[in-house]
């Protein structure tokens, strides 16, 4: 097939891709890709260099391959070709990707690196870290279930899978599913009439691992299923570890009987780490890489990226790269080049837009936001902006009571460490926070 085909039907997966994965990721190991060929059934795509082939094989390939399929509507696979951006031929031997399904197994020979020693404890997963080990290592039952939750690229399935590889070790039989897998094999195993099946598959193992619980939400017959397994597992002891996205009260698509049980065991969140902790992790994904990286290049991209775990692994494989291309040692200004895309947005982000981002969210004018009137939801939107100048601007306490109509300094203060707090233990407050930020984000983009 023509070059021109696997060039259009690559822009078209790459739209899809660019809306459900994180704009980091994506700019980082999907914008310089491009469609090469498609040959022999195969979708060949153009990537620039070693680091991007390995990273989109070990951690989107299904994503990829599956988006690929719904875009050209046939069967093709797919393999990562490294060459030059602006490729001048075909491909002289072209690497065939792992077609297999994933099983523990598989994702162990792809992801050596899933398991506790490489996992960096920090106060921000302390709790949730030293609960998946006394699980995997089975010393104590009272971790039942053990329900992890936290943002995306915080370490939830790293978690899972270290125990999973635990189990391995100690010979101790356990499934790792995601719950998509859960609801494909359990609507599968109904059609086909295959539900005694379906029940021992899941009742026979000591240890079930079910990852991206929330995913489960609507989906009422699957919800079913999972409950009579919890329960099937819990009654005779087995050990059920879930991850989610939200803890079990914020999670109200799911039955009101399945969120009681969650919190029968041991509910264990994760932070984004903090300053610290980023650095530890950069340092050891650098020793893993078998780069040498000095503390203040690791520094100064801790420093700058700061939401998630993902993220910083995709700077740094980035800077490595820039690097390498660049022919230059890896220092501090080749970082900066390397990760002008990934700050490009919050170089936008001025007060301007932080305001009227808390305007759209809480629907008030920001007259009112610098004004002395008050009531609960006014203070909360002037705290929320605040949070935000601080944050987003890195401004000092009493340059934000500035843009806030003359706060002083400890008013700001305190502001900023209840929002803080809040994002712990409000719901309601966090909730309101992503929404600003997501309105901050999109404009950024925009803009
Ligand atoms: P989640 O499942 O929460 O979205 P992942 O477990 O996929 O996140 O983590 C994203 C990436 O960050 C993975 O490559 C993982 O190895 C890495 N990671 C997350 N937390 C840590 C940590 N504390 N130490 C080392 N690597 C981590
Ligand atoms: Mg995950």
Redesign the pocket.
């Known amino acids: 097939m023509s070059n021109t085909l696997a060039q259009d039907t690559w822009r078209a997966v790459l739209g899809e891709l660019q809306m459900c994965l994180p704009t980091s990721t994506y700019e980082t190991y999907l914008k310089d890709t491009s469609g090469l060929a498609i040959e022999d059934n195969q979708f060949i795509i153009s990537v620039p260099n070693a680091f991007t082939a390995e990273w989109l094989e070990k951690r989107v390939y299904h994503l990829v391959h599956k988006t690929v399929n719904k875009v050209s509507q046939e069967p093709l696979g797919v393999t990562f070709l490294i060459s030059s951006p602006r490729p001048t031929g075909l491909p002289v031997s072209a690497k065939k990707s792992p077609k297999t399904k994933p099983s523990t197994e598989g994702l162990f020979s792809s992801n050596p690196r899933y398991d506790f020693s490489s996992f960096i404890v920090g106060p921000s997963n302390n709790l949730a870290f030293s609960a998946s080990e006394a699980v995997a290592l089975g010393k104590t039952t009272l971790y039942n279930p053990l329900f992890i939750y936290s943002g995306v690229g915080l370490g939830?399935?790293h978690l899972l899978l270290s125990i999973a590889r635990k189990c391995l070790e100690r010979g101790v039989s356990h499934l790792y599913v995601t719950s998509e897998q859960f609801t494909n094999h359990f609507i599968s195993s109904i059609r086909q009439g295959k539900t005694d099946e379906f029940r021992a598959h899941y009742r026979n193992v000591d240890v079930l691992l079910v990852?991206?619980i929330q995913f489960l939400g609507g989906k009422e017959q699957t919800q079913e299923g999972f409950f009579h397994t919890f329960n099937d597992l819990h009654n005779s002891n087995r050990q059920l570890v879930m991850?989610s996205d939200k803890p079990p009260g914020e999670l109200p698509s799911l039955e009101a009987r399945l969120r009681s049980r969650f919190g029968w065991g041991l509910i264990a969140d994760i932070q984004p780490p903090p300053l610290e902790t980023r650095i530890a992790i950069l340092r050891s994904k650098a020793e893993q890489m078998r780069v040498d990286v000095s503390s203040d290049v690791l520094h100064h991209i801790a420093e700058r990226i700061v939401d998630n775990v993902r993220d910083l692994e995709g700077a740094l494989i980035r800077v490595v790269a820039t690097a390498q291309t660049e022919k230059a040692p890896i220092s501090p200004t080749v970082a900066d080049m390397a990760l002008a895309p990934f700050l490009a947005a919050s170089r936008n982000v001025s007060a301007a837009l932080i305001f009227n981002a808390v305007e759209a969210v809480f629907n008030i004018p920001r007259s009112v936001l610098l004004g002395r009137k008050r009531s609960k939801e006014i203070a909360l939107a002037r705290q929320i902006t605040m949070y935000f100048l601080r944050r987003e601007l890195r401004l000092g306490f009493s340059e934000v009571g500035r843009h806030l109509g003359g706060k002083s300094h400890s008013t700001v203060m305190h502001a900023v460490r209840k929002i803080t707090a809040s994002m712990h233990n409000s719901p309601e407050v966090r909730e309101r926070i992503h929404s600003v930020k997501e309105v901050i984000t999109a404009q950024a983009r925009l803009g």
Do not use: E, I, L, S
């Open positions: 939830k399935t990852d991206d991850t």
